[in-house]
C-alpha cells in the first residue's frame, strides 16, 4: 500500500492591511500540489450530448489546457472510456491537456491512458504525444477508421517514468492539425513498490 505523503504547504501570511472599507481580498493561498486525480475527465461536468471547448490558460477540473484548445465531451455524445467523459485534444486545433501533482523523487510511476479518437472527419490516423515534465514519454497513434461514437475502440496505453522532484507534470498533446483529434480518458498513475502493477 502507498504510503501518503502529507504536503505541508507553507502559506505566506501576508500582512495586510485592509484598506479602510474592510473590503479587503484575501490573497489567494499557495495552493498544494495534490496527488494525481480526475484522470478520467468527469469535472467539471460537460452539457450531455454536447462538449465544451476549453482553451490555452483554462481549467478541466485539477488538468489544465497548456496549448491550443481541447473539447471536453458531454456524457452521451460519444463513448467514454470510463465514467461519461473524455477529452478530444483538438477543438478547432491541436491542443494539449496538463495536470501537475505530487510525486516522490526518484520512485517509479506506472502511467495508463484509454486512446481513441474522433471518428467523424480529419485523417483517418490520428496522433499525439504524453509528455512528463516536458519530455516527451510516448508517442501514440489511433486509427479511427471504421470507429464510431458508439464504438469508439478505446485502447489502453502504458509508460513508466522515474519522478525527478516532488511534483511531476503530466500532459497529452495531440500533433495533428484540425478539428479532429486524439481522444483520451481513464488516464491513472500508480506506483507500486516494486513495479509490478498488476492491472
Ligand atoms: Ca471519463
Redo the contacts with the bound molecule.
Sequence with gaps: MMVTRVLVAVAAVAGLFAAGSGAALAAPAAAAVSRFDDG???YPTAPANAFTTVTAGQPIGPWKVTSGAVDLIGAGFWQ???????VDLNAGQAGAVAQTFSTTAGRTYTVTYALAANPAGGPAVKSGRALVDGQNFQDFTFDSTGKTFAAMGYVQRQFTFVAGGSTTTLAFASTVSGPYGPVI??VRVETCRPCSCAK
Excluded: L, R, T, V
Aim: charged fraction near 40%.
Design positions: 478520467s475527465f468527469e467514454a472510456a470510463e465514467g461519461d467523459q473524455s480518458d481513464d
